[in-house]
Every structure is written in structure tokens, then in C-alpha cells.
């Protein structure tokens, strides 16, 4: 686990749209400015996922450019204080 991430989630192995089903449910859960680290994500996987996530919602920290020898890399993001969460403080 990185020292600035508050959840990690190893998805190798996963079918890519169970693993996008489960990182929004994770993500949802999280607080504003937790960080969650996501290892194993593929191409496709990192490109879907910042279609799904609102994008007012997230702030990348690391989208993996760099791959493993099985085409795997890491992604952090940063979670966002919403337009939703601010109108109701």
C-alpha cells in the first residue's frame, strides 16, 4: 500500500466490468480527500473508469502510464469535494 492511500483495491484477474462496479461502490463510500490507489487496472479498464466517475467528482494523482510485464499499471485518485456535498453544508 502507497503511503498516501487511504484504500487500495488489486483488481489482476477481474473481469474489467465487475472491477468498475466495485470501484464505484468503493468510491461512493469514501470521504472527501481519501485516496484510492486501484492496482491492476488495464487500458480499457482506466479509460472506462474516467468515463463512469463524474468528473467534478475525482482528481487523478497517478493514471499509470507505466505498465507491468502483464500490461497492468496503478491509478490514485483523490476524491473531490462535490457540488452536492457543498450545498449541503
Known amino acids: 500500500m502507497s503511503k498516501q492511500s487511504h484504500i487500495v483495491m488489486d ?10 462496479l466495485k470501484i464505484t ?4 463510500g469514501m470521504n472527501t480527500s481519501e485516496i484510492l490507489e486501484i492496482q491492476g487496472a488495464d487500458f480499457e479498464m482506466r479509460r472506462d473508469l474516467f468515463k463512469i466517475l463524474p468528473p467534478s467528482s475525482y482528481r487523478v494523482i ?7 510485464e502483464g500490461g497492468f499499471c496503478q491509478v490514485l485518485i483523490q476524491k473531490t469535494e ?8
Not at 483488481?11 to 468498475?20: G, T
Open 11 to 20: 483488481l489482476r484477474n477481474f473481469v474489467s466490468w465487475f472491477s468498475l
Open 62 to 68: 497517478q493514471s499509470g502510464e507505466i505498465e507491468d
Open 25 to 28: 461502490q468503493v468510491f461512493e
Open 82 to 89: 462535490t457540488s452536492a456535498e457543498v450545498f449541503e453544508k
